[in-house]
């Protein structure tokens, strides 16, 4: 079965520090790859999302993600977080197959920044 | 451009009982998606509406159905309630769901109590 990995549940930074959120997918067909960032008391949002192309897409407020497919790995990056980007961040695996697709999403990353 | 809309926002239910959480997708939008975010366990995919038709559904015992209207609205009925039922219930909606119609867009969410 399809499944998403994020390996951090909590991550604490300061401000300034550099951000670097693990995913993993487990699945061996085609996939379109997506982070989304839930802020406090808001709803989903697309962060940024990897369809084909260059590997390393780039997506809003500074975030970028690169798919390793060697590795099914689709890692979100920031060089330097902010407070603002305190936030839940979801990692989505699109799977392929049979003529239908199905968005798997991991269990989520919370990120607190302390200024 | 209005987004996807749930109703109610809020909804407390005892064991046993029946809900119905309600989901208006953005126009234009065929496919509606549901997902519930139980606390710990981040988006599990539930249910995929296009077109009026049941496209697929996730790991849900089949107290949890639903429909979607002519118009592409949607509901979600969770039968037979029980305590692990509490949590949010979101919405998305996107273009017909073949190859890069995505992301999806999230409504804000139901949340759901069992007591």
């Known amino acids: 079965a399809q499944s998403v990995s994020q390996h951090n549940h909590h991550v604490i930074l300061s401000e300034a520090a550099s951000l670097e959120l693990g995913c993993n997918y487990s699945?061996?067909?085609?996939?379109?790859l997506f982070w989304y960032v839930q802020y406090p008391g808001q709803h989903l949002q697309l962060l940024l999302k990897y369809f084909s192309g260059d590997p390393l897409v780039k997506g809003i407020k500074g975030f970028e993600a690169e798919f390793i497919k060697s590795k099914f790995s689709f890692n979100l990056r920031k060089p330097s977080v902010q407070w603002s980007d305190t936030a839940e961040y979801f990692c989505?695996?699109?799977?392929?197959?049979?003529?239908?697709?199905?968005?798997?999403f991991g269990a989520g990353t919370r990120l607190a920044v302390h200024p | 451009e209005a987004g996807v809309t749930q109703s109610p926002t809020h909804l407390i239910k005892t064991r046993g009982q029946q809900a119905t959480l309600r989901c208006s997708p953005i126009?234009?939008?065929?496919?509606v998606y549901w997902y519930q975010q139980a606390l710990g366990l981040g988006l599990q995919f539930l249910l995929w509406y296009d077109e009026g038709e049941e496209r697929n559904r996730g790991n849900f015992p089949p107290r949890f159905s639903g429909r979607q209207f002519p118009n592409y609205s949607s509901e979600l009925n969770v039968n037979a309630l029980e305590l692990e039922d509490s949590a949010l219930y979101l919405c998305a909606s996107s273009f017909k769901d073949r190859g890069d119609d995505q992301p999806q867009h999230f409504g804000d969410g139901t949340r759901l109590s069992i007591l």
């Open positions: 699945y061996g067909g085609t996939v379109n």
């Open positions: 989505a695996v699109n799977a392929f197959s049979g003529g239908y697709n199905k968005l798997i």
């Open positions: 126009s234009g939008h065929t496919s």
